[in-house]
């Protein structure tokens, strides 16, 4: 087979290939030109999912009338003058690819600095002039409509424009200083005001989330993450970006987990808007045709630089407080009597912020299966027995593993456990560690070993399986997961009666430790029902 030089137009098809996935494709490379051009208030149209008409207006610096030919063709650009200035880059475009792109699949037309240009499948069909107005306005036509093999890999019309919506949503989450708007077939889809991250925040994800955002403003990282008690079943509420970019990077995106470890349940995942400033030449953002994924030159700062920014962030967290509904101030004079009880609809209880209690705990008594009724300064507390021992028996383990104190007990029968070879392999290379947290244990034959002392806390009935939870947590996933392993089957049982001494020890053990309003799997230790609400629920005003 012969080797030949492609014709231009194809050429550009598989160049808009690359750039030009699908209408959010467009809408991204539209929205960054309007950006890097300056741009503080941006309005995106779109009808027909992106296919019919994606419409971008800004007000940022315009393109000359004598430059808009030259703005269409493959690798011109404003952004790029030598070699060297890939090395540091601090725009959001820079190869120059875009327009053609687009170009090459669409009827485009381009209007600025009293310029216009009209380009469709490549070609110029018009050029002349146009009104004097600031900013410029590109509109994107009939999406490949000269390659109608790619519109069959399109999604549902949902799908497409939901795409859309995500890519503008993005910018607006990380420019909260800028004005957005996105029409969406003629309505209103998205608008911001420009007036900071917790306002484009309760635009993107609503209010009540905007209320549980945490702001991070530490060292070139800034952004917001949620209180730990808000969280999702997946990670599209995650937003990380480097010099404003967005990105998919999974240590990043693992670095961010981590903190929540122990506060969010296994297969939760927190808000997140999270954008760092990083050095230009530190960080290539030229290794994927998108601009999706980055590369840096020192990973593991990045890392922990993000780390220690939402851990700042993360210390000012709050429990969960329980509040009752009042009564309308029309309510008649005599109301008909309605009794407030732990298991009203989620209409009349609602969860807003609580300081943590400081004076302690007072017990009154258990109620339900295993909940623990306290009075404290702020009102009456109920504390989950189960998950506020799982997490005073996870810091302790944890403090016990930092200071090398082992507390143990013998057992009088000791428990043989069958292995495998693996399981034999890791008693031998955390044998430290286990007997720092008071299991002593001996091979028993080639698939067996012998447990002959435990931690204290660990009943004899349950070592068993406590021992083989913390080494699956070793094998499988992490050290505090198999703390928690190990907490989870040392702690008291939810339905266990407590004698009024041990409530009292429970209770002041918890509130001794730091942090204290999850067990180590994220699920809340208690709430808050507070005096005021109290006051207020039975109309008592003084």
């Known amino acids: 087979m012969s080797i030949r030089v492609l014709p231009p137009e194809v050429a550009d098809a598989i160049a808009a290939g690359e750039v030009v996935e699908r209408p959010a494709s467009v809408v991204k490379e539209l929205l960054?030109?309007?950006?890097?051009?300056?741009?503080?208030?941006?309005?995106?149209?779109?009808?027909?999912?992106?296919?019919?008409?994606?419409?971008?207006v800004d007000d940022g610096a315009g393109i000359s009338p004598e430059e808009l030919p030259l703005a269409f063709q493959r690798h011109a650009t404003s952004k790029l003058a030598r070699l060297r200035d890939l090395e540091e880059i601090v725009t959001l475009g820079f190869r120059g690819e875009a327009l053609a792109s687009i170009a090459a699949v669409a009827d485009v037309e381009c209007t600025s600095s009293g310029g216009r240009l009209r380009i469709r499948a490549g070609s110029v069909v018009e050029a002349g002039a146009a009104g004097l107005a600031p900013g410029t306005v590109m509109e994107v036509r009939d999406l490949f409509a000269?390659?109608?093999?790619?519109?069959?890999?399109?999604?549902?019309?949902?799908?497409?424009?939901?795409?859309?919506?995500?890519?503008?949503q993005q910018y607006a989450l990380l420019r909260p200083e800028l004005r957005f708007r996105v029409l969406v077939?003629?309505?209103?889809?998205?608008?911001?005001?420009?007036?900071?991250?917790?306002?484009?925040i309760s635009a993107v994800y609503g209010p009540a989330v905007a209320?549980?955002?945490?702001?991070?403003?530490?060292?070139?990282?800034?952004?917001?993450?949620?209180?730990?008690r808000l969280s999702r079943g997946n990670r599209d509420g995650i937003l990380v970006a480097v010099n404003g970019r967005p990105v998919a990077s999974r240590a990043l995106g693992f670095a961010l987990e981590e903190c929540y470890r122990g506060s969010l349940e296994r297969g939760r995942y927190p808000v997140a808007v999270l954008d760092l400033a990083v050095d230009p030449a530190a960080v290539d953002v030229n290794v994927h045709p998108a601009k999706r994924e980055v590369r840096?030159?020192?990973?593991?700062?990045?890392?922990?630089?993000?780390?220690?920014?939402?851990?700042?962030a993360l210390s000012g967290s709050q429990v969960p407080r329980l509040t009752a509904a009042v009564a309308a101030a029309t309510a008649p004079a005599s109301p008909p009597l309605r009794q407030l009880t732990l298991h009203e609809p989620a209409?009349?209880?609602?969860?807003?912020?609580?300081?943590?209690?400081?004076?302690?705990?007072?017990?009154?008594?258990?109620?339900?299966?295993?909940?623990?009724?306290?009075?404290?300064?702020?009102?009456?507390?109920?504390?989950?027995?189960?998950?506020?021992?799982?997490r005073v028996l996870f810091n302790r383990f944890k403090a016990r593993l930092a200071s090398g104190n082992t507390l143990s007990q013998p057992l009088l029968l000791p428990v043989v456990l069958e292995l495998d070879a693996a399981a034999m392999v890791l008693l031998g290379e955390r044998e430290a560690e286990l007997k720092a947290l008071g299991f002593e244990v001996e091979p028993f034959g080639p698939r067996a070993a012998r447990v002959l002392a435990a931690p204290v806390e660990t009943p004899p009935a349950r070592v068993e399986?406590?021992?083989?939870?913390?080494?699956a947590g070793l094998r499988e996933r992490s050290l505090d997961d198999a703390l928690a392993s190990l907490?989870?089957?040392?702690?008291?049982?939810?339905?266990?009666?407590?004698?009024?001494?041990?409530?009292?020890r429970l209770l002041e053990e918890l509130q001794s430790t730091t942090p204290d309003a999850t067990c180590p799997h994220g699920r809340p230790t208690r709430l808050v029902l507070d005096w005021q609400e109290l006051k207020r629920h039975f109309r008592r005003n003084y």
């Not at 000269?146 to 503008?168: G, I, M, Y």
């Not at 399986?465 to 080494?471: F, I, K, R, S, Y």
């Open 32 to 56: 960054e030109n309007a950006l890097d051009a300056g741009a503080s208030r941006l309005t995106v149209e779109i009808r027909g999912a992106g296919r019919s008409l994606v419409r971008v």
């Open 146 to 168: 000269n390659t109608p093999a790619r519109l069959k890999f399109l999604k549902s019309e949902a799908t497409e424009t939901a795409a859309c919506l995500r890519v503008v």
């Open 185 to 200: 077939d003629g309505r209103t889809a998205l608008q911001t005001s420009g007036a900071g991250r917790l306002e484009a």
């Open 211 to 228: 209320r549980e955002m945490l702001l991070v403003e530490w060292d070139g990282v800034a952004g917001a993450v949620s209180q730990p």
């Open 296 to 312: 840096f030159r020192t990973e593991g700062t990045v890392f922990a630089t993000l780390q220690k920014a939402v851990r700042e």
């Open 347 to 390: 209409a009349v209880l609602s969860y807003e912020p609580a300081a943590v209690p400081a004076a302690p705990l007072r017990p009154l008594g258990q109620a339900g299966d295993g909940y623990l009724v306290a009075e404290g300064p702020e009102g009456v507390v109920l504390v989950d027995q189960h998950a506020a021992h799982e």
């Open 465 to 471: 399986a406590a021992l083989a939870e913390v080494l």
């Open 487 to 504: 907490a989870c089957h040392s702690a008291v049982r939810f339905g266990d009666q407590l004698e009024p001494a041990e409530q009292r």
